[in-house]
């Protein structure tokens, strides 16, 4: 039998808002422990949660942006469980009435519909103090709550992923959009975005849901394709062993490359959500949206399709250059500077770390080749030392004399010597076919650089070699 | 009675006395009452001499330290003092010190009140009597061998024995009202979100409002009006200023319509004589100007059904936290889990358990809709009842407690008839309106009773005059007899 | 007739409400319980399906605060009151419920 796999993703992000879901507390990353905290995110009794506005905004801007509805009235909820990172033993989160519902974002052509996106307020961090580092052998924990109350937003994607392949695009497709929005630094190691699966499988054509697994601690697009390739495997194994699949949730093993049953509580799954009475509902009013609606900035989609057509490159060219952001704002900052961008992201695209090169210096490198200063293999020696520190372009090309001959007679008599010194080559190039004659033009092109050290303009060259060649 | 806290601050006030002399005679009747009383569970004997002596420092310097200025006010323990034990009458709490102050506590030091000490409550607010308190029970200072009521049962019992002209409760089933009425002082509950919770330690969120404990309304307004008003660390605040309170209460009741709720007049095990006050009550209010009428609010009796299912179920979630991590007490456990459940048998008595068993219950997989659902639903019905019955009636007038003061010891074997103390001041909770208790007399065993006049949300203009023209007409002066020492 | 609350119910909310209990306590509550939750069966039998539930007796929406930072606490103050610190941090007992 043949079989369908079925990939739901809960997808946590925690938001780059300056402070807390509920406090005035910093939203920062590596503090001291237990430095950034104050009574209402260490839950101390009498204290009170306040909504942050910006989450509320960054909320909606993901609303536009993957064409959620927004319903009238949306409202928190107390998720009630016993865990010694959560100050309140209970988690504010969304239940029935989430802040988003039915969205789609677009993956490789295909639309992944999304159930809901809410707003919670994360945990704490827990080190557990064990001689082998592992939590089972742990002897005690250590408990840190900076992190508590940081907003996080919980995005629910339907069903509807049928790959582990599919997974990571949405999954990558997701995390440049909520970068575009600029509400998440989506660093999944750091653990600003962070990954469950609900895995199942079915046989092609049917149209019930098999028994699902959720999978949870996935750190990178690397081991969330690799847990759901392994999970999926596993399942398939079972199911074609004639063995049912448990219910469960699992967690990824990094190091053992596998997933693992957790031991489930009879409880765990009873939280005995109610609706939050510190806090009251959230009505985002028309003129809220609007407002969101006319900062939205370009998203990644329409973004792409913009380099496309008008800086005319590639598809691939175009998402190898947006899946970096320092590449891209490097490309986009030299072509405002009037650099032709097709040659721009061709440089950006082909120079492997970008962090030394300057806007201004990558435009004055594409001028230089431009107004025919340098030829394109003198300026990849350029960019090699603008990279190491040694200057500007322009200082580089003075300093070295690497600007090209503009000699035309020197040129002239270069192209003569080396036709005179190659008569064969003339010849099979008088009798050749068409390839033949480009291979052998390409050949002397070769030694007439090797003559001038690169420095000749090979257009002029070109033109200088057409003229001698029958 | 002790005296007024107007009269103290307008003296204090004009330099005509220190506070700091207020403050030591007020220490006195403690030093001298409290041992047979028990209102207080910390005194702050030190800190309220300072702030005395800067009140007075202040005033020496021309400036106006404000309208409670040198007023000694007496805090329910469940109010965050910062550096001060606050306990919530609780084992689990006992020793902390909180690191923040509540909002209500910065207002009170803000008008130029000054904290005395910190009063006994049923833990966590819990309870009618003032009985479940981990650190022994409160005596009513008109009988000791009587409960004051509660569970703000500390702070009404400090006013009524003249330990504290001011005094601070919570009220979320009663327990400002119910306790003000067993010992013969004015006690409000306001409208839901008029005073910030923040720095209240929570026992049903939705439900739980501060208010005053005072020797008469004036007072009672005066307090009032010095803590409420918006606060931007409680969503729950009402976010309008209110208006002044105490130049209201002098307008008098001309053309107040009034209704005495028939359903909590009625109620089972009423005690006559308070049911002849409440209709005293009305003839009053007639007399001095009001129309009266018999009013009808038919779903209050299902009002402590739906109570007793929302506050526990508030409450279960509200008090998970005390789980021995972060402040508190802790009994070790071979793990996290056990050392949790340790620690929360330990450290919470019989009646918290009970409420949270209860409140975990009704919110649990396959009970929410019949349990918790369902009392919300009755609080929609409660509240569309009391809307209909405000549209012919300004203020509604109901006994606070159906019975006068009882022993101590008396109901604490039977949870059920401990909760019917209630019966006549949830109803009022449940919609988040206003309240006030004040007394009428005593009965023929010499205990104070109290009447409740309630008004919609936002009425505590008319529920002031109101009370204020009650007040005048039953003109009770009697004050306990151990409260005599302090002037 | 069946109890309304049986000793395992009340096991079970014990161990969500994290309250160790004794089997003596196991009977006082089932009996407490059940005493209240018959008081509560006058609105059990309420036909009101249609009535909206009220949560909030205020009503007023989009509370907000803006996104500004404000002063923490002192971290001493307090882990003064933890009952066991390491490192800055607050120590618990070991925790047994995740991967095995
Ligand atoms: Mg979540
Ligand atoms: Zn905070």
Redo the contacts between chains.
């Keep these: 039998m043949s079989w369908e796999t079925v990939i739901g993703l809960e997808v946590h992000c925690e938001l780059s808002t300056r402070t807390k879901l509920f406090c005035s507390c910093p939203n920062e990353f590596g503090a001291a422990p237990n430095t950034n905290v104050c009574?209402v995110c260490?839950?101390?009794?009498?204290?009170?949660?306040?909504?942050n506005e910006r989450v509320v905004e960054f909320a909606l801007r993901l609303g536009e942006a993957l064409e959620f509805e927004v319903p009238a009235e949306s409202i928190f909820a107390?998720k009630?469980y016993?865990y010694?990172d959560m100050?309140?033993?209970?988690q504010v989160s969304q239940y029935e009435q989430p802040i988003l519902v039915n969205g789609r974002l677009e993956v490789d052509g295909t639309a992944v519909g999304i159930h809901r996106a809410h707003l919670e307020e994360d945990t704490g961090k827990t080190a557990h103090i064990s001689p082998t580092g592992r939590i089972h052998d742990a002897e005690y924990?250590l408990?840190d709550y900076n992190r508590a109350g940081v907003p996080l937003m919980e995005i629910v994607s339907e069903p509807e992923i049928r790959s582990s392949e599919q997974a990571r695009s949405y999954v990558q497709e997701l995390r440049a959009t909520l970068e575009a929005l600029g509400v998440s630094d989506v660093k999944m190691e750091e653990g600003s975005l962070r990954i469950d699966a609900n895995v199942s499988l079915r046989p092609d054509g049917a149209s019930e849901f098999g028994t699902k697994v959720e999978v949870k601690n996935m750190n990178s697009l690397r081991s969330l394709g690799r847990a759901l390739d392994y999970e999926v495997e596993r399942q398939r194994g079972l199911l074609e062993a004639g063995e049912a699949v448990v219910q469960e949730t699992r967690h990824w093993d990094e190091g053992d490359g596998r997933t693992k049953g957790m031991r489930s509580k009879e409880e765990a799954?009873?939280y005995?959500y109610?609706p939050e009475?510190?806090?009251?509902p959230v009505r985002p009013t028309a003129e809220w949206r609007d407002r969101v609606r006319a900062t939205m900035p370009e998203l990644p989609a329409a973004r792409r399709a913009r380099l496309i057509a008008e800086w005319e490159i590639r598809e691939d060219d175009a998402r190898t250059l947006l899946a970096s952001p320092e590449k891209i704002g490097l490309a986009e900052a030299a072509v405002a500077l009037g650099a032709p961008a097709k040659r721009v992201a061709n440089i950006v695209i082909n120079t492997p770390d970008v962090s030394a090169l300057s806007a201004g210096h990558l435009a004055e490198l594409v001028a230089l080749e431009g107004d025919g200063t340098i030829s394109k293999t003198v300026s990849k020696q350029v960019l090699d030392k603008v990279l190491a520190g040694e200057g500007s372009p322009r200082e580089i090309v003075e300093r070295e004399g690497l600007a090209n001959e503009s000699d035309e007679g020197e040129l002239a008599s270069a192209v003569d010597a080396v036709v005179a010194g190659h008569p064969d080559e003339v010849a099979a190039y008088r009798e050749g076919d068409e390839g033949k004659r480009k291979k052998i033009r390409g050949f002397l092109m070769g030694q007439l650089m090797k003559q001038t050290q690169g420095k000749a303009d090979p257009q002029t060259l070109n033109r200088l070699l057409d003229d001698r060649l029958p | 009675m002790s005296e007024r806290a107007f009269d103290i601050a307008a003296a204090v006030r004009a330099g005509e006395r220190s506070a700091r002399s207020v403050v030591d005679e007020h220490l006195a009747q403690v030093a001298r009452v409290d041992g047979d009383v028990h209102a207080f569970l910390h005194v702050l004997g030190d800190e309220a001499r300072a702030a005395a002596d800067e009140i007075d420092r202040r005033v020496a310097a021309g400036e106006d330290p404000g309208p409670l200025a040198g007023v000694p006010v007496a805090l329910k323990d469940?109010?965050?003092t910062r550096g001060i034990p606050?306990t919530?009458s609780s084992r689990i709490?006992e020793g902390?010190?909180?690191?923040?102050d509540?909002t209500v506590v910065d207002r009170i030091r803000a008008a130029g009140g000054i904290p005395i000490g910190k009063t006994n409550l049923d833990e966590f607010a819990m309870g009618s009597s003032t009985e479940n308190s981990a650190f022994g029970a409160t005596r009513n200072p008109w009988a000791l061998d009587r409960v004051p009521g509660g569970s703000s049962g500390g702070s009404a019992a400090a006013v009524a024995a003249g330990m504290a002209p001011l005094g601070i409760g919570s009220d979320t089933g009663g327990s400002i009202r119910q306790p003000a009425s067993l010992c013969g002082v004015v006690g409000v509950k306001p409208t839901?979100?008029r005073v910030s919770?923040?720095?209240?330690?929570?026992f049903?969120?939705?439900?739980d409002q501060i208010g005053p404990f005072a020797g008469d309304v004036r007072d009672a307004a005066l307090l009032l009006e010095s803590i409420w008003g918006p606060d931007?660390?409680?969503?729950?605040s009402?976010?309008t200023a209110p208006d002044p309170l105490v130049q209201e209460i002098d307008r008098g009741v001309e053309g107040l319509r009034v209704g005495v709720v028939g359903e909590l007049t009625d109620v089972e095990g009423i005690d006559p004589e308070v049911r002849s006050a409440v209709e005293d009550a009305a003839r009053l209010l007639e007399k001095a100007g009001a129309t009266v009428d018999r009013a009808s609010v038919p779903s209050t009796?299902?009002g402590?059904?739906?109570y007793?299912?929302i506050a526990p179920?508030?409450a279960?979630?509200n008090l998970?936290?005390y789980?021995?991590?972060?402040?508190?007490?802790?009994v070790?456990?071979?793990?996290?889990?056990?050392?949790?459940?340790?620690t929360?048998?330990a450290g919470?008595g019989a009646e918290v358990?009970?409420r949270?068993?209860?409140g975990?219950?009704a919110?649990?997989?396959g009970y929410?809709d019949?349990?918790?659902?369902?009392?919300?639903?009755?609080?929609?019905?409660i509240?569309d009842d009391f809307a209909r019955a405000y549209e012919r009636f300004d203020v509604l007038l109901s006994p606070t407690s159906p019975t006068t003061a009882f022993p101590i010891g008396a109901k604490t074997d039977d949870?059920?008839t401990m909760?019917l103390c209630d019966v006549c001041t949830i109803p009022v909770n449940?919609?988040?309106a206003c309240a006030v208790s004040i007394p009428s007399g005593l009965d023929a065993t010499g205990l104070p009773i109290g009447i409740q006049v309630m008004a919609p949300?936002l009425g505590e203009a008319p529920m002031f005059r109101a009370a204020k023209a009650l007040e005048d007409g039953f003109a009770f002066a009697a004050t306990p007899a151990l409260a005599g020492g302090a002037s | 007739m069946a109890p309304r609350?049986t000793g395992d119910?009340?096991r079970?909310?014990?161990k969500?409400?994290?309250?160790?209990?004794d089997d003596a306590?196991v009977d006082q509550?089932a009996g407490?319980?059940a005493?209240?939750?018959d008081?509560?069966a006058?609105?059990?039998a309420?036909d009101?399906d249609d009535?909206?539930?009220?949560?909030?007796?205020?009503p007023?929406d989009n509370?907000l605060?803006a996104d500004e930072s404000g002063p923490c606490?002192?971290r001493d103050?307090?882990l003064a009151?933890?009952?066991?610190v390491e490192d800055g941090r607050?120590r618990?007992?070991?925790?047994?419920?995740e991967a095995q």
């Design positions: 009574p260490l839950g101390l009794p009498g204290s009170l949660p306040v909504l107390r009630n016993f010694p100050p309140k033993d209970y924990s408990v799954f009873d005995r109610f009475p510190d806090l009251v | 469940n109010m965050c606050t919530c709490l902390w010190r909180p690191p923040y509540a839901y979100g919770r923040y720095g209240l330690i929570a049903a969120s939705s439900l931007a660390r409680d969503s729950t009402i976010p009796t299902y402590l059904s739906a007793y299912l179920a508030e279960s979630s998970a936290r789980d021995g991590v972060r402040y508190g007490l802790r070790d456990g071979p793990d996290v889990e056990g050392m949790n459940a340790a929360r048998a919470f358990k009970r949270i068993m209860l975990t219950y919110l649990s997989a929410y019949a349990y918790y659902g369902k009392a919300q639903k009755v609080r929609t019905l509240i949870p059920l909760y449940l919609t988040g949300a | 609350i119910d009340v079970h909310v014990a969500l409400a994290r309250l160790r209990i306590e509550f407490q319980l005493a209240i939750l008081h509560a006058d609105i059990e309420l009101i009535v909206p539930p009220t949560s909030h007796p205020v007023f509370v605060r606490l002192d103050e307090v009151q933890a009952p066991h607050f618990v007992p070991r925790i047994l419920d």
